[in-house]
Every structure is written in C-alpha cells, then in structure tokens.
C-alpha cells in the first residue's frame, strides 16, 4: 500500500528518521526544547506506524496521518538542507496555496460553513453587502 500524496517510499522514510534522529543526537541538551520533543514524538509515532504500513495494515485514513507526520518531518529536515547527509529529495513539496485550500477532506465542511461542530464565519457575498 502507497501513501497517499506526496510522500517518500518506504526506504527513504527509514532513511529521514534515521537522519533526523542522528541531527536531533547532535543537538546540545536542552530539557525544555519543545522541537526536540515534539520531533522525538513524531518520529516515534510515524517508525511505529511505518512498520504496519509494508504489511498493507494501514487504512485510508491512517496513511492519511502517517502521509501528513511525514510532510512534517521532511518540514523539520529541511533544517539541516546543509549537512553533507541531506537528500535533496526529502525537502517538503511546494504546493501552491489554492491547491490547500480546494482539495481535501475539509473542502465540505468548509464549503458548509461547519468545521467539527463549530460555526466557521462565511464571508457575506457581493449581494449581502450594505451599499455604500
């Protein structure tokens, strides 16, 4: 099973955590760095997962978070586009900002005007507008 958009093969992705793991060891200690932490739980989570995914045990809907956790750490690898160790091919996609906003599974709910339960403000068309 593929990832859906986007995303490295399964080879590259144990070659990024193994990268990120070697830079955030490089790092001088800091007890409160939310990055490191923040980075350490997501390579924790997307190793884990990944294990799953070349067995086919992953749905839809959870190569979609593990696609997404992935985009993130190619974010934070980008950090280190310098080091000899860096592979071009891990720097995140550019996406054009339209592209962001029309597609994906938030597009309807968006187009609704609800999010999760919660009223989202639509801005007034050209007809609903006070005249001047």
């Given amino acids: 099973m593929a990832l859906v958009t986007r995303s490295l093969p399964a080879a590259d992705c144990r070659a990024l955590l193994a990268f990120l793991a070697d830079r955030i060891a490089?790092?001088?200690?800091?007890?409160?760095?939310?990055?490191?932490?923040g980075v350490n739980a997501q390579l924790g989570v997307y190793?884990?997962?990944l294990r799953?995914?070349?067995?086919?045990e992953v749905g839809a809907r959870d190569a979609g978070f593990l696609d997404g956790i992935g985009l993130a750490l190619r974010h934070v690898a980008v950090r280190w586009n310098g080091h000899?160790?860096?592979k071009e091919h891990w720097s995140p996609p550019r996406v054009p900002v339209e592209e962001l906003?029309?597609?994906?599974?938030?597009?309807?709910?968006?187009?609704?005007?609800?999010?999760?339960?919660?009223?989202?403000?639509?801005?007034p068309s050209s007809g609903d507008r006070p005249g001047p």
């Fill in 26 to 37: 490089e790092l001088p200690p800091a007890q409160e760095e939310p990055l490191i932490a």
């Fill in 47 to 49: 190793g884990a997962l």
């Fill in 52 to 56: 799953h995914l070349s067995h086919g």
């Fill in 84 to 86: 000899p160790d860096f």
């Fill in 101 to 123: 906003l029309e597609h994906g599974d938030g597009a309807q709910h968006r187009a609704s005007g609800r999010i999760s339960g919660t009223s989202v403000p639509q801005r």
